[in-house]
């Protein structure tokens, strides 16, 4: 698979978005770096695909670490799937033209 398109950001926040009590809210900058992060992307290569300088980044990865209720990157990514906020990419291909004008793939999130 390629990895532009392997995962897609689920837009909204859903009832079940909360993570040890916490209701996760995050911007829609949040989102895409977390999505970034999702792909294993470090924050000098997050900064560039956003347009971002090194310090901004890690304000934002801070965020999403505070918002998520976890202390790594990786918990981050863990707990962004575990509650369905990143979700594995459609392969547009087979999946025809159809798709959810809500969502964000990685490929989107790298074209910024």
């Known amino acids: 698979m390629n990895s532009a398109k392997a995962f897609q950001w689920t837009w909204g926040e859903s009832p079940a978005a909360?993570?040890?009590?916490?209701?996760?809210?995050?911007?829609?900058?949040q989102?895409?770096?977390?999505?970034?992060?999702?792909?294993?992307?470090?924050?000098?290569?997050?900064g560039r695909q956003l347009g971002l300088s090194d310090?901004?980044?890690?304000?934002?990865?801070?965020?999403?670490?505070?918002?998520?209720?976890?202390?790594?990157?990786?918990e981050?990514?863990?707990?962004a799937f575990q509650l369905g906020l990143v979700r594995p990419g459609i392969d547009r291909s087979a999946?025809?033209?159809r798709r959810d004008s809500g969502s964000l793939d990685l490929g989107d999130a790298l074209a910024a």
């Open 95 to 97: 999946a025809g033209s």
């Open 76 to 79: 981050a990514v863990a707990v």
């Open 31 to 46: 989102r895409e770096v977390l999505l970034l992060l999702c792909a294993g992307l470090p924050n000098k290569l997050i």
């Open 55 to 74: 310090a901004t980044v890690k304000c934002h990865v801070a965020s999403v670490l505070r918002s998520l209720n976890v202390a790594t990157r990786l």
């Open 18 to 29: 909360a993570h040890n009590g916490f209701p996760i809210h995050l911007t829609v900058r």
